[in-house]
């Protein structure tokens, strides 16, 4: 099975940086991905890691580490509309992909 | 605009029912996917599709089925409605390689009472 660990919930202010935490214990690897989830809204694909390092991409980076079973994402300059919910999931040995619950960010001015 | 759309966008159902969601993906992905999402347990697999005429079961795949005839629809049946299927439903397709994200749908809110 799958085990994929995220905060449940982190503010901070707008300008700020904010960085979400993923750990997994997954039965193989293939990828892992974050999205994005505004409110009553679907899922959108931020970002892919399949080898350790950092992905940037604009005001967004992930990080991947292998060995350590964790990955981040990191928002640089927040700005209001980046208040959402945060999902990471992995991609197992069966190719499937699972999702851990999510991280609401809640961004105050 | 390409993408994925499913119907109805909600629906309030009575317990034993069946119910069908409807989506259709105009991308011409090889992969589609059925999740519910419930507050605190995220998304969580019910069935996929790896390409047209094939299925897969997920995580949760008890008191559903679905069918693949073509490249563009994958619908989910609830044969008879349960309240605990009382979800938020994601369809989502992809091109079904590795590094290939999911598209998702706008979802439908399920209640069943």
């Known amino acids: 099975g799958q085990n994929i660990d995220q905060p449940t919930e982190m503010t901070a202010t707008e300008g700020a940086i904010v960085q979400i935490n993923c750990t997994y214990q997954?039965?193989?690897?293939?990828?892992l991905f974050w999205y994005q989830q505004h409110a009553g809204e679907a899922p959108t694909f931020l970002s892919y890691?399949?080898?350790?390092g950092l992905e940037e991409k604009g005001r967004f980076s992930s990080f991947l580490s292998r060995s350590k079973g964790y990955s981040y994402l990191l928002l640089k300059e927040l700005q209001m509309k980046d208040s959402a919910s945060y999902l990471c999931?992995?991609?197992?040995?069966?190719?499937?992909?699972?999702f851990g619950a999510g991280t609401t960010v809640t961004v105050r001015a | 605009i390409a993408g994925i759309t499913q119907a109805p966008t909600s629906q309030i159902l009575a317990a034993g029912r069946r119910m069908t969601l409807r989506c259709t993906q105009d991308?011409?992905?090889?992969?589609m996917y059925w999740y519910r999402q419930d507050l605190g347990l995220g998304l969580r697999l019910i069935h996929y599709?790896?390409?047209?005429?094939?299925?897969g079961k997920g995580e949760v795949p008890d008191g559903y089925s679905v069918s693949r005839a073509n490249t563009d629809d994958f619908p989910l049946t609830l044969a008879s409605a349960v309240p605990s299927q009382t979800s938020v439903y994601f369809c989502?397709?992809?091109?079904?390689?590795?590094?290939?994200?999911?598209?998702f749908g706008n979802g439908t809110r399920l209640t069943v009472t």
């Open positions: 999931a992995v991609k197992g040995g069966d190719y499937k992909l699972s």
């Open positions: 997954t039965s193989g690897f293939n990828g």
């Open positions: 890691n399949v080898l350790d």
């Open positions: 989502a397709s992809s091109k079904g390689t590795e590094n290939s994200p999911l598209h």
């Open positions: 599709s790896n390409t047209a005429g094939t299925t």
């Open positions: 991308m011409r992905h090889n992969a």
